[in-house]
């Protein structure tokens, strides 16, 4: 018991330490106005450990500002857990009525330290936006997300999910990027409210949303950022060979940083200061005697090095803590009744506090539960054969148990509705728990809706939803687990390690195609996906398709062919006249899918700001080529040979018809379905052995792409879009 007296102790002694250890190298200057600057940071040549930790304190305003280096990013705060937090800026691009105003893009780039990718999130503002942010190193990622929005009326303060803000996150190890703004209209449709796109890097949580912000967010300035710092370049086990610039001094250890480059330095447990200094600066011992917050004896306290003990006055024994044995009085008759007392009232105490906590947490759970509409939907599925293999209710323990309380090590992806997790429950089946960000609650009916009827789904292409949690702030969705990763992971070229052949990338469009139809056509009330993209396409141990993510989908009455929602989905497999119009259809469904066939037969991302700028819709690239007989050059050379040209011809017309401008002019998913089911058919029972030369195939081709009147022009019309919404990535203005 003493033991963990001790640990605790020295936890508390740990933290203190870590605020209070602000020391200067003696005779350098320790604060900037109210800034402490602890070395291995210093403001002048000598009391900072290299150029990387120098900071200039300005004085010409008379109040004195801390800048970064010799340059003018103010620093706001430096911890010696390896954190500076850095006075952020805002990156805008305005218009008025005649077109494009006034702009201001700033880069970002670091020498030594990264960007930290867990504590901000790139946010973007605007009701005509899209933006990137890129890598300032050789592009080695390009990210961001898209803001829409058509009145006022639909933004929501403090929510930033896509109507007037957006945000997403970067990898880590950056040490710089660039800022990318891009407006599909130039604000022509939202001037009076919104002449402005903004993007900008925040440290997470320091940023709420309001709609007075897509005014102006120009000369806001209280925008922190988080930078981590590290010590050189090498790990511990590195740095420790070489004695002479190893930067952990006495009574300290080393710690690998986890985002930045180098190592830090931390005193042990009973030691408090700076572990980058040496002597009376450095890591020196604390005496926990002194401090009644730091010791738990009972009597005595002994200070020792590093950690202090205990021990009891004369006639009486115990360990001496207070959470031990304590010390009892040998005399039993003056001290046991009371003991028992306080032992008999501590326990009741703790009884009360456990049973008003207990009430708290089941009081909690009930208003979440109501709250997400849970007495609705038990009265759905108590009216209904069957409810309990249709859909279950999950308790938030359960759930919790399965993923080990959501441990970061469960997470299988995050995305722009929410994050999923790895789970087992009970019975040893593996799940996937998908934790979304935000809740609505004026779509709690058609949550519930959409819920039992994905529940009642029993279609082997499409991931089975098994039940929810409606006991936490937000739903919590069960779905069955699927093993072998997205159908993206297995065509993307940048990874050499899977390659589909063709057969296998035929037979996943057809099962895709027939999950597809069966959601527009055989379900007892129709549903639009409204994110068909390879990313959302899993794939079992038998590379067998499984259509997921349905975070956006919509229901559609029986009585209607099309509803008006506010544009949502994914550039590149966006559907033009969807984006025109906001008339969402099956057929929009149609024409993702076409991108999704296209990203099969070439295996190239669909937007690709690297490629000319020409060629970086892949659609339109793809429609380019087809157009001037240069089809073949554009064809995953992985799956070409021929045995099937003439197959990857057919459906490569299949693609381009599918990804038509006009809807009405593309297939149904029915007849998708069915012209690849057939293409697999005669593949394993072929009338003459061959697919290539046929006079059909040269037919279609040329068919297609005829420039005279009816529906065969309209096919052209994709480009002129495209080149609207998918300008130079590299450029700004």
Same mark, same amino acid.
């Given at each position: 018991?003493?033991?963990?007296?001790?640990?605790?102790?020295?936890?508390?002694?740990?933290?203190?330490?870590?605020?209070?250890?602000?020391?200067?190298?003696?005779?350098?200057?320790?604060?900037?106005?109210?800034?402490?600057?602890?070395?291995?940071?210093?403001?002048?040549?000598?009391?900072?450990?290299?150029?990387?930790?120098?900071?200039?304190?300005?004085?010409?305003?008379?109040?004195?500002?801390?800048?970064?280096?010799?340059?003018?990013?103010?620093?706001?705060?430096?911890?010696?857990?390896?954190?500076?937090?850095?006075?952020?800026?805002?990156?805008?691009?305005?218009?008025?009525?005649?077109?494009?105003?006034?702009?201001?893009?700033?880069?970002?780039?670091?020498?030594?330290?990264?960007?930290?990718?867990?504590?901000?999130?790139?946010?973007?503002?605007?009701?005509?936006?899209?933006?990137?942010?890129?890598?300032?190193?050789?592009?080695?990622?390009?990210?961001?997300?898209?803001?829409?929005?058509?009145?006022?009326?639909?933004?929501?303060?403090?929510?930033?999910?896509?109507?007037?803000?957006?945000?997403?996150?970067?990898?880590?190890?950056?040490?710089?990027?660039?800022?990318?703004?891009?407006?599909?209209?130039?604000?022509?449709?939202?001037?009076?409210? $919104?002449? @402005? +796109?903004?993007?900008?890097?925040?440290?997470? /949580?320091? !940023?709420?949303? #309001?709609? %007075?912000?897509?005014?102006?967010?120009?000369?806001?300035?209280?925008?922190?950022?988080?930078?981590?710092?590290?010590?050189?370049?090498?790990?511990?086990?590195?740095?420790?060979?070489?004695?002479?610039?190893?930067?952990?001094?006495?009574?300290?250890?080393?710690?690998?940083?986890?985002?930045?480059?180098?190592?830090?330095?931390?005193?042990?447990?009973?030691?408090?200061?700076?572990?980058?200094?040496?002597?009376?600066?450095?890591?020196?011992?604390?005496?926990?005697?002194?401090?009644?917050?730091? $010791?738990? @004896? +009972?009597?005595?306290?002994?200070?020792?090095? /590093?950690? !202090?003990?205990? #021990?009891? %006055?004369?006639?009486?024994?115990?360990?001496?803590?207070?959470?031990?044995?304590?010390?009892?009085?040998?005399?039993?008759?003056?001290?046991?009744?009371?003991?028992?007392?306080?032992?008999?009232?501590?326990?009741?105490?703790?009884?009360?506090?456990?049973?008003?906590?207990?009430?708290?947490?089941?009081?909690?759970?009930?208003?979440?539960?109501?709250?997400?509409?849970?007495?609705?939907?038990?009265?759905?599925?108590?009216?209904?054969?069957?409810?309990?293999?249709?859909?279950?209710?999950?308790?938030?323990?359960?759930?919790?148990?399965?993923?080990?309380?959501?441990?970061?090590?469960?997470?299988?992806?995050?995305?722009?509705?929410?994050?999923?997790?790895?789970?087992?429950?009970?019975?040893?089946?593996?799940?996937?728990?998908?934790?979304?960000?935000?809740?609505?609650?004026?779509?709690?009916?058609?949550?519930?809706?959409?819920?039992?009827?994905?529940?009642?789904?029993?279609?082997?292409?499409?991931?089975?939803?098994?039940?929810?949690?409606?006991?936490?702030?937000?739903?919590?969705?069960?779905?069955?687990?699927?093993?072998?990763?997205?159908?993206?992971?297995?065509?993307?070229?940048?990874?050499?390690?899977?390659?589909?052949?063709?057969?296998?990338?035929?037979?996943?469009?057809?099962?895709?195609?027939?999950?597809?139809?069966?959601?527009?056509?055989?379900?007892?009330?129709?549903?639009?996906?409204?994110?068909?993209?390879?990313?959302?396409?899993?794939?079992?141990?038998?590379?067998?398709?499984?259509?997921?993510?349905?975070?956006?989908?919509?229901?559609?009455?029986?009585?209607?062919?099309?509803?008006?929602?506010?544009?949502?989905?994914?550039?590149?497999?966006?559907?033009?006249?969807?984006?025109?119009?906001?008339?969402?259809?099956?057929?929009?469904?149609?024409?993702?899918?076409?991108?999704?066939?296209?990203?099969?037969?070439?295996?190239?991302?669909?937007?690709?700001?690297?490629?000319?700028?020409?060629?970086?819709?892949?659609?339109?690239?793809?429609?380019?080529?087809?157009?001037?007989?240069?089809?073949?050059?554009?064809?995953?050379?992985?799956?070409?040979?021929?045995?099937?040209?003439?197959?990857?011809?057919?459906?490569?017309?299949?693609?381009?018809?599918?990804?038509?401008?006009?809807?009405?002019?593309?297939?149904?998913?029915?007849?998708?379905?069915?012209?690849?089911?057939?293409?697999?058919?005669?593949?394993?029972?072929?009338?003459?052995?061959?697919?290539?030369?046929?006079?059909?195939?040269?037919?279609?081709?040329?068919?297609?792409?005829?420039?005279?009147?009816?529906?065969?022009?309209?096919?052209?019309?994709?480009?002129?879009?495209?080149?609207?919404?998918?300008?130079?990535?590299?450029?700004?203005?």
């Amino acid at each position: 018991m003493s033991s963990s007296v001790i640990t605790l102790s020295l936890f508390i002694l740990v933290a203190t330490a870590t605020s209070v250890a602000s020391q200067a190298k003696p005779g350098c200057r320790s604060t900037c106005g109210d800034l402490n600057i602890p070395y291995p940071f210093g403001t002048s040549e000598g009391c900072y450990r290299d150029p990387n930790f120098l900071i200039s304190c300005d004085t010409s305003s008379g109040k004195p500002i801390a800048n970064y280096s010799n340059g003018n990013i103010q620093v706001l705060d430096i911890s010696l857990d390896g954190e500076l937090r850095f006075s952020g800026w805002v990156n805008w691009d305005c218009y008025d009525s005649s077109g494009p105003s006034s702009s201001n893009f700033l880069w970002f780039q670091l020498r030594q330290f990264a960007i930290s990718n867990t504590k901000n999130k790139f946010v973007v503002i605007g009701c005509d936006t899209y933006a990137f942010i890129d890598d300032f190193w050789g592009r080695r990622f390009s990210t961001g997300c898209t803001s829409v929005c058509k009145n006022l009326d639909d933004v929501i303060n403090g929510t930033c999910s896509g109507i007037g803000c957006c945000f997403t996150s970067f990898p880590k190890g950056n040490m710089g990027y660039n800022v990318t703004l891009k407006s599909y209209r130039n604000h022509s449709q939202v001037l009076d409210f $919104n002449p @402005c +796109s903004f993007a900008f890097v925040v440290e997470d /949580g320091a !940023y709420n949303f #309001s709609s %007075l912000d897509l005014v102006n967010l120009r000369n806001k300035k209280d925008f922190p950022m988080i930078v981590d710092w590290g010590i050189g370049n090498e790990n511990c086990s590195q740095a420790m060979k070489n004695t002479s610039t190893y930067a952990c001094m006495d009574n300290s250890f080393c710690l690998d940083s986890q985002n930045a480059p180098g190592y830090l330095c931390k005193c042990k447990d009973g030691f408090r200061g700076n572990p980058y200094l040496s002597g009376s600066d450095g890591c020196q011992d604390v005496d926990e005697c002194r401090n009644s917050t730091l $010791n738990y @004896c +009972s009597q005595t306290c002994h200070n020792l090095y /590093g950690s !202090y003990g205990c #021990s009891c %006055l004369r006639g009486y024994r115990g360990d001496g803590f207070k959470n031990g044995t304590g010390c009892v009085s040998q005399h039993k008759s003056n001290g046991l009744p009371v003991i028992i007392s306080l032992l008999v009232l501590g326990t009741v105490i703790c009884s009360l506090c456990w049973v008003q906590r207990k009430r708290q947490l089941i009081n909690i759970k009930k208003k979440f539960f109501e709250q997400n509409g849970g007495i609705l939907l038990q009265e759905q599925l108590s009216g209904r054969q069957g409810y309990d293999e249709m859909a279950k209710l999950f308790s938030e323990e359960e759930l919790k148990k399965a993923t080990g309380n959501f441990h970061e090590s469960n997470i299988l992806g995050r995305g722009g509705q929410g994050t999923v997790y790895k789970g087992t429950l009970p019975d040893k089946r593996v799940v996937a728990i998908k934790k979304s960000r935000i809740a609505d609650q004026s779509q709690v009916k058609d949550f519930i809706n959409e819920m039992l009827l994905l529940s009642r789904i029993n279609h082997r292409n499409v991931v089975k939803l098994l039940g929810c949690c409606l006991e936490t702030e937000v739903p919590l969705l069960v779905y069955e687990y699927i093993s072998n990763n997205t159908l993206l992971h297995h065509i993307n070229p940048s990874i050499k390690t899977s390659c589909l052949p063709w057969e296998i990338r035929l037979r996943i469009a057809a099962e895709t195609a027939g999950a597809i139809s069966y959601l527009h056509s055989a379900a007892s009330i129709p549903i639009i996906h409204r994110d068909i993209k390879s990313s959302n396409i899993l794939l079992d141990h038998n590379y067998i398709a499984k259509v997921s993510d349905f975070g956006a989908s919509r229901l559609v009455p029986l009585d209607q062919t099309q509803i008006t929602t506010l544009v949502q989905g994914t550039l590149g497999y966006l559907d033009p006249e969807y984006l025109l119009t906001s008339q969402l259809t099956e057929k929009s469904d149609v024409y993702s899918f076409g991108v999704v066939l296209i990203e099969l037969l070439t295996g190239k991302k669909v937007v690709e700001v690297d490629r000319p700028e020409e060629d970086r819709n892949l659609a339109m690239y793809f429609i380019s080529s087809m157009k001037n007989d240069r089809l073949l050059e554009v064809l995953d050379s992985r799956v070409v040979d021929e045995k099937n040209v003439g197959q990857l011809k057919e459906v490569a017309v299949l693609a381009s018809r599918c990804i038509r401008v006009k809807g009405e002019e593309r297939p149904t998913m029915k007849e998708v379905s069915m012209e690849l089911e057939g293409l697999i058919a005669m593949q394993k029972h072929p009338w003459d052995g061959k697919y290539t030369n046929s006079e059909e195939n040269v037919y279609l081709l040329g068919q297609i792409y005829e420039t005279g009147t009816g529906s065969t022009s309209n096919s052209l019309g994709l480009e002129s879009i495209w080149r609207e919404l998918v300008t130079d990535m590299k450029s700004g203005r």
